[in-house]
């Protein structure tokens, strides 16, 4: 009788701590998921600073509690600056790249300085990816048109990306730099090539103002400084979900502009069994649910939309089409006809 009982006490502890594990109450299921993976990594990303301390950090370290994940955050053309002067000095620290750019990957793909890596998320995935793996999407942004609510009416907000050259938008509309944001760089690339060169020159005409960041946008749409932008619909959808903030989304009827920001492995890793749990990791159901919570789209079709957003497949199936070779080919002549047109007084 006495071993029966301790039998039933057994099972009972058994079942306990299979349930503790799998709500997180153990390091049994981020071991299980992270295969084993040891050793550090460093991720360098253009994700936003509070999204890495709020979204990231916490779900990667409970998918890999025995592997140490450290993060360089900064704007996508901060993160290209410092790797290509570890290029130049062949010392990349970057074990796995997040930026927003995808022609950059396409770059970095022709110096071969990527590890090709056939996820075994890839049969889920519904965006963007290389042939050989060297990098997929691995979240979805997209650039829209920004107004307050409080201050415009829905029917009287910007409905094209034409619109914002009306000239009733005269000095209050707004964009980010396309020097500092990789979003921003695929928009006036895109936009470009949709409507030519002479649009930007129409926006310059109109008044519109180049701001270092979207922080700067968000704030002047709040006091009406503005009343459109250029912005990420991200930053909008979180402003609008968490802090009930007036901004709301105006999704061009001509295409947004989406922007499938990849992720991929250097292939000067000292860990690359780590840096391919961690691609599988954001690429997997779980990861991408934590990138929705960051506002972002997913790459995976059964992962829904952002709180607030429609739809990823409405956004998806209207959006501009995007030159992502010749985004890559022409980054500096790009800059500089923009710069040309819409900074130069």
Partial sequence: MKKSKWALGAAAILALSVALAG???GDKKG???????KG????????????IDNMCKPNVSK???????NWFQGGTEKVVTKITGEIKAKKIAADVLMVADPSYYLKLNDQKLLLPYKSKEEANLINDKADDGAWYAVRVCNMIIAYNGDKLKAEDAPKTWQDLTDPKWKGKIAMPNPMLSG?????????ADKYGWEYFDKLKANGIRVEEGNSAIQNKLLTGEYAA??????????????????????????????????????NTTKNPEGAKALVDWWLSKEGQEAVVKGW????????KEPLGAPATKTLT???????????????????EEFRKRVMDK
Avoid at 40 to 51: F, K
Avoid at 63 to 69: G, N, T, Y
Avoid at 230 to 257: C, F, H, Q, R
């Fill in 23 to 25: 709500c997180g109450g």
């Fill in 31 to 37: 071991d299980a998921k992270s295969g084993g993976v």
């Fill in 40 to 51: 550090e990594l460093m991720v360098y990303t253009s994700i936003y600073p509070d999204i």
């Fill in 63 to 69: 998918a890999f509690p025995d592997m140490k994940v």
């Fill in 183 to 191: 979003t921003a760089y695929v928009a006036v690339g895109a936009l």
């Fill in 229 to 266: 932008a250029m912005i990420l619909e991200e930053n909008i959808l979180k402003l609008a979900n968490t802090k009930k903030e007036p901004l709301k989304v105006s999704y061009p009827t001509d295409g947004v502009i989406q922007v499938p920001s990849p992720i991929a492995i250097f």
């Fill in 296 to 303: 972002m789209h997913s790459v995976r079709g059964d992962v």
């Fill in 317 to 335: 199936d209207g959006k501009i089409k995007v030159d992502w070779r010749k985004l890559a080919d022409n980054n500096a002549q790009i800059k």
